[in-house]
């Protein structure tokens, strides 16, 4: 729909870790909730190393927020935009350690 002319980005960055990894972070302000969200973010952040997309939060419409790791997928609760990020923070740390 024409929803998304209202959506405001916030946040889009990309940065590099080393040769073969980096992580993006991109966040809009949505003048009402994704479905299946019960606030006003989209959000995208992936890590992305060696082409593979090995940690990625986000919030597709219809799925709510939740985050794959690997090939696994589980919900994950959004509480802050702060929160989320140093979820997120705390993950890849955990992966490249």
């Not at 019960?38 to 799925?63: M, S, W």
Request: glycine share 8%; proline share 4%; net charge negative.
């Amino acid at each position: 729909m024409g929803n998304n002319m209202d959506a405001v980005l916030i946040a889009k960055e990309r940065t590099s870790l080393s040769e073969d990894a980096f992580y993006e972070i991109v966040v809009w302000q949505v003048p009402s909730p994704v479905p299946g969200s019960g606030h006003g973010f989209k959000y995208r952040l992936a890590l992305v190393v060696r082409g593979e997309c090995i940690l990625r939060y986000d919030n597709e419409r219809g799925k709510g927020d939740h985050r794959h790791i690997g090939e696994r997928e589980e919900p994950f609760e959004f509480t802050t935009l702060e929160a989320l990020l140093t979820a997120f923070e705390r993950d890849m740390e955990r992966m490249l350690a």
